[in-house]
């Protein structure tokens, strides 16, 4: 069961890079990690999910060091919008039983000011 | 249509009350997911269905039904409930039961309130 932590919450302002980091010491090696946005009152959104390196999409960027113990989610240019909490999760999406792969860790609240 | 529908929005129940929640989904997924999630908390798991077969069920208390009548619909259906079941109730689905490795699309929720 790889256990994520996240820092509890971030300030930034419109227009900034915004970086967050999720640490997995104990990630396994077929563990994917991906990260979910969620709003009030919201469901979780998929953001973007990675195995190694970098990933990029049209919102978002995973870079993912070598020894895979961490991962930091990367939004470009943040806007008020993105105000919300950042879950990340680790897991390889085959149950066998395990809860492991559906826990979400405590998140991080990302707060964007103008 | 990538949209996760649930009933109702928000329901209010007393402890003797029987109330079901729905959730449809018509993305072709054959995997469906109840969680609960506690105001400034993440979301727990509590049932997951694979191809309409309950596949997990986290300890969650039999108070709690889950029934999946089909691959497009999920119910979580209600009964002798306590206040501290009030919580935001959130519908998911995936392509198929490899949760984390498939994207998860999720309902709005609904806002139960238990008196």
């Known amino acids: 069961l790889a256990k994520t932590t996240q820092p509890i919450s971030m300030d930034s302002y419109e227009g900034q890079e915004v970086n967050i980091t999720c640490s997995h010491n104990?990630?396994?090696?077929?563990?994917?990690i991906t990260w979910y946005q969620q709003f009030p009152s919201q469901g979780p959104r998929f953001i973007i999910q990675?195995?190694?390196t970098k990933v990029t999409n049209e919102v978002a960027s995973l870079f993912i060091p070598a020894d895979r113990k961490s991962s930091t989610l990367s939004l470009p240019r943040v806007s008020l919008s993105d105000t919300a909490v950042y879950y990340c999760?680790?897991?390889?999406?085959?149950?066998?039983?395990?809860?492991?792969?559906?826990?979400f860790g405590k998140g991080t609240k990302l707060s964007v000011k103008p | 249509d990538t949209e996760v529908t649930q009933t109702p929005k928000h329901l209010v129940m007393g402890m003797t009350n029987k109330k079901s929640l729905k959730c449809e989904q018509h993305?072709?997924?054959?995997?469906m997911y109840w969680y609960k999630q506690k105001a400034k908390k993440p979301p727990e798991l509590m049932f997951v269905?694979?191809?309409?077969?309950?596949?997990i069920n986290e300890s969650v208390p039999s108070r709690f039904s889950p029934e999946c009548p089909n691959s497009s619909l999920l119910n979580l259906h209600l009964h002798a409930l306590q206040p501290e079941d009030s919580a935001l109730y959130l519908c998911?689905?995936?392509?198929?039961?490899?949760?984390?490795?498939?994207?998860?699309?999720f309902g709005p929720g609904t806002r139960l309130t238990v008196l």
């Open positions: 990675g195995y190694k």
């Open positions: 104990n990630i396994a090696t077929n563990d994917y």
């Open positions: 998911a689905s995936s392509q198929d039961g490899r949760g984390s490795y498939n994207e998860q699309f």
């Open positions: 269905y694979s191809y309409e077969k309950l596949s």
């Open positions: 993305m072709g997924h054959r995997a």
């Open positions: 999760l680790v897991g390889d999406g085959n149950y066998g039983g395990s809860q492991g792969n559906l826990i």
